[in-house]
């Protein structure tokens, strides 16, 4: 939050420098994220005075002027024509920066030097919205300037030399959330009083039943607290000079001096307030209600918006007129021809404005304020402030009488008062006068009779004895506590097995030229509509969502793999190899969801068997045996007829294959993506926990490659397993290394190519050990109607 220093000091004396009031505040637990001075890159700009004007000799479209700048008379040319003889200029000496960044030097024109510039308001960072009077297309030609304060630098002469000093405020302090806020905070720390603002204010002869029956809330659930105020002969116009100012300083566009004065007060006390146009309100009640699902209303920024049955608005007799807590509606908009005004301090439930201003995508200053939970005293001290503003710059006149719905009055809020668990919480002793000294700066009553700590009412984030002393120390001074030498027994430490796998994996993979990839843990319902076999009532839901699309909990990675080769695809990336090592969830019947770690591959630009091999080296790596291919279609989001279950002794632990055309279609994918998952929990289950030592082979080997011809049908494992059988003492290596269809190729046919490596632990193998087990195997394989390929 950004406030004016200048603002603050007329709440709070601040005697000390803005270094040390950041520090002292900072140490406080009031962190400022930085502070700058105004118009800090406008500099060796003055007031000057245009003592004579005429044309250029050379050029009928430029003006030379001769300008007093106290020290000096400068010949000046600019083409602005709103410039005249006696009229105070700001003007940039030679050697001057503007807001743009721009250095201003002495400048030839046809023959005549010019020692300098005029400036505009836009070419010193301000706005007609502050200076109203100025013509923002030329010259900015000061009012309220005398000779005296020729030559003084312009934002002394503007009153615009103040430092604005950005705050960070927690979620849990909406009361700093306020200029007051933060000057409390000051007055606490400085040890100096606050000034409060003046509330107090005139009733004109009038009453605001002659204005409105009832204001009426439909459940306390959604509003608190709404209280209304007439105003009458309201006089639209600027607002003072001093206020826009602060307005400004704060980021704060004025308009006019009813919405300035909601606008100043909700910065200052803290509370957002509404103005209404009391003649354009349909009848003489309010109502503060949910709206009708689907009803509509146009903003005050000229959009027309559909709500909720969740949604809380302000109402009329007939319509909606205010989206509450977030934005007024256009209808009933105060312009120029307002004549009377209903003011609306009210206190609407916070999760609610929090919700509907997400789901409009409108996020406001008082939306801001309303979804931190301020309490319903604020709405009593703004509306009264409001009124005593409005007044004294004469904007208007205050109708006898408030129409205050309290539906949930707040209750007063009191701490059982414990000195000893301030120190044992702390670890330091704080004197108990010292204690209640602290606490009174921030307006925490002491009641000696009750021993309790009365709690004021604007501060809702205080319960208990924890946040007591919390308000003392960061007063008293964090630096006050003692270090203490940490006294404990160290415990040994290492990487659980699980870790120690994750971490090999990722390394295998990683040196495999696999990219890591890393994606929400939270998804969209919509998902679910592309993939199949899932069933969204086993989905975790989230109950605050960040919105639609991220509102359960993944149930698997798949999405994320798509998503990911999506992005990759989109930017003419063809040869795509990711992985992905995270956690899907799933409802389940105990405390917390069924969490389970999997491991994702996503390719594009290799085969099924590219990825297959990967896997089983990475098998390997991990020492898991006996692991098997074979063919699936129980996984409906892979192709049926190019995929397979992965198992090691019976136990499924991922599946592999080419992700199903629908699947890839509803990502928007064209052409072939290889999809591989393995369960990570499976793996540990199956890890080879001991490593035996295998000494040198000293026989050589013997390679043999086959190819055979295969029916459609009959899958590759057919074969492995043929050998396997006959010849596994001495069968060191078997594996597949090509697949063809073709011309050559009779009809329901393959062709499997495989490696075959022999080799014994006990003497050197021929032919002739070789051929017995061949001719079995080949015998067998027959009756598969498996042949050797000739």
């Not at 990967?614 to 192709?639: A, G, K, P």
Request: one cysteine or more; charged letters at 30%.
């Amino acid at each position: 939050m950004k406030v004016s220093l200048e603002w603050l000091k007329s709440l709070v004396e601040i005697d000390c420098s803005v270094d040390e009031l950041v520090e002292k505040l900072t140490m406080s637990g009031t962190k400022v994220e930085g502070y700058e001075k105004r118009l800090d890159s406008v500099r060796n700009v003055v007031v000057g005075k245009i003592l004579d004007v005429f044309l250029h000799p050379e050029n009928p479209n430029l003006f030379v002027c001769k300008v007093d700048v106290k020290e000096c008379v400068l010949t000046i040319i600019t083409a602005a024509k709103n410039i005249y003889k006696g009229a105070f200029v700001p003007v940039a000496k030679p050697g001057a920066s503007l807001a743009n960044g721009k250095v201003i030097d002495k400048l030839e024109f046809k023959g005549v030097v010019s020692e300098g510039m005029l400036c505009s308001l836009d070419e010193l960072g301000l706005t007609s919205a502050e200076f109203p009077y100025a013509d923002e297309n030329g010259i900015f030609i000061l009012e309220g300037i005398d000779d005296d304060k020729l030559g003084i630098d312009i934002k002394e002469a503007l009153k615009i030399d103040d430092i604005i000093v950005d705050f960070e405020i927690t979620s849990n302090r909406p009361d700093c959330l306020s200029v007051v806020g933060l000057a409390r905070e000051i007055a606490a720390v400085l040890k100096k009083k606050l000034k409060f603002p003046n509330l107090s204010y005139i009733e004109v002869d009038d009453k605001i039943e002659n204005y409105l029956d009832k204001i009426e809330i439909q459940d306390g659930n959604i509003c608190k607290r709404y209280i209304g105020k007439v105003i009458k002969n309201v006089k639209i116009g600027p607002s003072p000079e001093w206020l826009r100012k602060r307005l400004i300083a704060c980021g704060v566009r004025p308009i006019n001096n009813i919405v300035d004065v909601t606008n100043y007060v909700m910065l200052e006390i803290g509370q957002p307030l509404h103005a209404f146009d009391l003649s354009k309100i349909h009848g003489r009640n309010i109502f503060v209600r949910l709206a009708n699902d689907g009803e509509e209303i146009i903003t005050l920024d000229g959009v027309k918006r559909t709500l909720r049955s969740v949604d809380i608005v302000i109402a009329d007799e007939d319509r909606a007129i205010a989206v509450a807590g977030v934005m007024g509606g256009l209808e009933t908009e105060v312009d120029e021809n307002t004549k009377t005004v209903l003011l609306e301090s009210a206190t609407f439930n916070p999760a609610m404005v929090r919700r509907t201003s997400r789901y409009l995508g409108l996020r406001t200053e008082a939306s801001n304020r309303f979804e931190k939970g301020l309490s319903p005293y604020f709405a009593e001290v703004a509306i009264q402030r409001a009124c005593a503003l409005i007044e004294e710059i004469g904007a208007g006149e205050v109708v006898k009488g408030t129409i205050d719905t309290y539906l949930v009055p707040q209750q007063q809020v009191t701490v059982k008062a414990d000195f000893s668990y301030i120190e044992k919480l702390l670890g330091v002793s704080v004197p108990h006068d010292n204690v209640i000294e602290i606490l009174e700066r921030l307006e925490i009553l002491y009641d000696s009779q009750k021993n309790v700590f009365i709690v004021p009412p604007f501060r809702v984030d205080i319960a208990d004895m924890a946040d007591i002393s919390e308000e003392v120390i960061r007063i008293y001074g964090y630096d006050k506590i003692p270090s203490r030498v940490y006294m404990g027994n160290a415990i040994s430490s290492g990487l659980t097995q699980k870790q120690k796998m994750v971490n090999e994996i990722k390394s295998f993979l990683a040196n495999s030229g696999y990219y890591e990839i890393y994606s929400y843990s939270f998804e969209s319902p919509k998902v679910y509509e592309i993939l199949k076999g899932y069933n969204l009532d086993d989905a975790v839901k989230i109950l605050n969502p960040l919105g639609e699309d991220f509102s359960i909990m993944r149930m698997q990675l798949l999405s994320s793999i798509l998503k990911a080769i999506n992005l990759n695809l989109s930017r003419n990336i063809k040869d795509i190899k990711i992985f992905e090592l995270a956690p899907v969830f799933k409802k389940s019947n105990e405390k917390l969801p069924d969490e389970k770690l999997v491991l994702a591959l996503g390719n594009v630009g290799q085969d099924f068997y590219f990825v297959k091999g990967i896997l089983e080296n990475l098998f390997d790596m991990l020492r898991i045996e006996d692991v098997e291919f074979s063919s699936d279609h129980t996984n409906l989001n892979l192709h049926p007829t190019r995929s397979a279950k992965i198992t090691s002794k019976d136990k499924i632990i991922g599946y592999i294959g080419e992700v199903h055309p629908d699947v890839l279609s509803g990502f928007d994918i064209q052409g072939r993506a290889i999809y591989a998952e393995v369960y990570i929990d499976k793996l540990l289950e199956l890890e080879k926990k001991e490593k035996k030592y295998a000494p040198l082979l000293r026989y050589p080997a013997i390679e043999r490659d086959y190819a055979f011809l295969v029916p459609d049908e009959i899958e590759s494992r057919v074969i492995e397993d043929v050998f396997k059988k006959y010849a596994s003492e001495i069968l060191e290596e078997f594996y597949l290394f090509d697949v063809y269809k073709g011309q050559q190729i009779k009809e329901g046919f393959k062709s499997y190519a495989y490696k075959a490596v022999f080799r014994s632990k006990e003497k050197t193998l021929s032919d002739g050990d070789i051929l017995p087990l061949q001719e079995k195997i080949l015998g067998e394989l027959k009756n598969h109607n498996i042949g050797l390929r000739e």
